[in-house]
């Protein structure tokens, strides 16, 4: 079998992990700790899931740039030769960075949340009435990016099993012969 089979699937995982993650962390750890009796845990427990989780979304984020060498090595030829194969790559490139550059942020807005969580609040992204506008202000774009950011994931998961569609025979064939 030719190809990089390792890279191909670490580079899948690595974008499964970002997205069940970030899924998992809005629904679950940010829904589940807004149920805490005291309304300074709310923000404290769910930064310390993020920050529990932050590890493994570097390492995730790190393994997909990493496998993304083989991958392009492999295909060098298609880039050129392959109608579409340049403009989906360019595509998936262009959202991965928007979503890594969403993933950023919402790390530092979290790190505000977490340095302000003694002010209490409703939920990890629902302002309480003895908020300041400081922390209601992070909480609130956390509470957009909380859905963004495995959309955005989700995206790119999609992206790459159009490149993977690329490469069926009859795909190649008919990207061939559009030259």
Request: glycine share 10%; charged share 20%.
């Amino acid at each position: 079998m030719s190809g990089n089979l390792f890279a191909r699937s670490i580079h899948d995982l690595s974008a499964a992990a970002w997205f069940g993650g970030s899924l998992m962390g809005a629904i679950g750890l940010n829904g589940a700790t807004s149920q805490a009796k005291d309304a300074t845990e709310r923000t404290r427990l769910s930064s310390l899931g993020w920050k529990k989780w932050a590890p493994v979304q570097t390492g995730a984020f790190a393994a997909h740039l990493a496998s993304l060498g083989p991958i392009l090595w492999e295909n060098k030829g298609r880039y050129t030769a392959q109608d579409s194969v340049m403009a989906a790559t360019w595509i998936k490139t262009a959202v991965t960075a928007a979503g890594a550059a969403a993933t950023l942020y919402a790390a530092i807005l979290g790190k505000k949340v977490d340095e302000l969580a003694a002010e209490g609040a409703r939920g990890a992204t629902e302002p309480g009435a003895e908020t300041s506008a400081d922390l209601a202000k992070a909480q609130k774009q956390l509470k957009l990016l909380q859905w963004v950011i495995p959309g955005v994931a989700a995206i790119v998961i999609v992206l790459g099993a159009w490149h993977g569609e690329m490469q069926r025979p009859k795909n190649v064939k008919l990207g061939l012969l559009k030259d």
